[in-house]
Every structure is written in C-alpha cells, then in structure tokens.
T-cell receptor, first 112, second 112 residues
Framework: DADVTQTPRNRITKTGKRIMLECSQTKGHDRMYWYRQDPGLGLRLIYYSFDVKDINKGEISDGYSVSRQAQAKFSLSLESAIPNQTALYFC???????????FGEGSWLTVV | GQQLNQSPQSMFIQEGEDVSMNCTSSSIFNTWLWYKQDPGEGPVLLIALYKAGELTSNGRLTAQFGITRKDSFLNISASIPSDVGIYFCAGPTGGGADGLTFGKGTHLIIQP
C-alpha cells in the first residue's frame, strides 16, 4: 500500500462545481503539502500544513482552500472550479526537517 | 521568490548514452534534491545533497552540489529504457520552512 494515498485519482468536473481532493498518509509525518503540476511549469505549491492547527498559503493558493482534519489527512478543495485549474495535483508529506518530500501518486483533475 | 532554472528542458538520446542535466538558482541553497517522475506517477527522490562540493552516487546516477551552492548537476551513465521520465531538481524554500521549490523538469526520452 502507498504511504501517501490520494482520492480520486481521476475526476472530470464542470465549471462552477465544487470539488474536493483527499489525501491520507501513513508515514506519521507532521508536514503535508498540496502541489499542482502543469506541463512545462514543474510543481508549484498551493498550500502546506505543519500540523492540524497550522495552514499556510503557497505560491498559487488563489481559488483553492484546504482542511487538515487530522495529522494523517489533508484535503484540497476547489470551491468553484474553472478550466485553468485542469492539472495534475499531488499531495506530499515530509518529516520535521522539511528537506525530503514524499509524494502521492497524483490526482488528475479536468474542468470542462 | 527563489527560482530554479533547469536545463535542458528535454533530451532525446540513444540507449547506452550518458546523460547530463543541471540546475541553477538565483540564491544559495543548503540542500539540493533530485527527483524522478515516471509517467503516471508522483516524483520519487533519487539523490539528496547536503554539503557544497558533495558528490553522491545512486547506482548509475551521480549528482553534485556545486561549490557556489547555487547549482547542482545530475549525470546518468549508460542510459536504459527505464530511465525515461521527468527529472526535477529541488531545494528547500525559506530554509526548509515552506516546502520545496522545484525546477521545471528535464524530460528524458530514450530512442531505441
């Protein structure tokens, strides 16, 4: 079983709909992250959390929100999806050093 | 913010050839990381470098932490088909407090 699990793995949604991507981890790490990957742009940080009570905006947080329900769970929401949010989304975790990040398998989101 | 410039953007090589790619930064990094992303998967850590001038190997892969602390290099010797994928360099943002900053990736394609 994967240490970092994302659901759903693939989703097609319509413009204006609310969509939630969920992430759970079994690594026991405090730090969790949501990244977005677009062709030619690499990985860009959306939000990150260092513990249940800590939420921080990343480079491209506009249009997104997150919830850290427990140490092992970190969800990403698009309140009103738009087509340019079509991308591959990755959840990731790290230990206290923050230097090494472990990624989930990704969630493909298509907004039509 | 910190930016990583990764080159080349893509490489088309023959099986058995050696590969070199590099990453440069506008600011000093204390850690350099190299990740590989296989098609349909999340990035996986290949090599971590923690000291200027450090040279570290992982099988056929060798990475170096530049002495200026603003660059790093990844070499792959005697490439094989399973080396295909996207290679990312990364460094800790904000000294590690804010996750990782990624380069835009080098797409390695191996022609039979």
């Amino acid at each position: 079983d994967a240490d970092v699990t994302q659901t759903p793995r693939n989703r097609i949604t319509k413009t204006g709909k609310r969509i939630m991507l969920e992430c759970s981890q079994t690594k026991g790490h405090d730090r969790m992250y949501w990244y977005r990957q677009d062709p030619g742009l690499g990985l860009r940080l959306i939000y990150y959390s260092f513990d249940v009570k800590d939420i921080n905006k990343g480079e491209i947080s506009d249009g997104y929100s997150v919830s850290r329900q427990a140490q092992a769970k970190f969800s990403l929401s698009l309140e009103s999806a738009i087509p340019n949010q079509t991308a591959l989304y990755f959840c990731a975790t790290s230990d206290g050093s923050g230097n090494t990040i472990y990624f989930g398998e990704g969630s493909w989101l298509t907004v039509v | 913010g910190q930016q990583l410039n990764q080159s080349p953007q893509s490489m088309f090589i023959q099986e058995g050839e050696d590969v070199s790619m590099n990453c440069t930064s506008s600011s000093i990094f204390n850690t350099w990381l190299w990740y590989k992303q296989d098609p349909g998967e999340g990035p996986v850590l290949l090599i971590a470098l923690y000291k200027a001038g450090e040279l570290t190997s992982n099988g056929r892969l060798t990475a170096q932490f530049g002495i200026t602390r603003k660059d790093s290099f990844l070499n792959i010797s005697a490439s094989i088909p399973s080396d295909v994928g996207i290679y990312f360099c990364a460094g800790p943002t904000g000294g590690g407090a804010d996750g990782l900053t990624f380069g835009k990736g080098t797409h390695l394609i191996i022609q039979p």
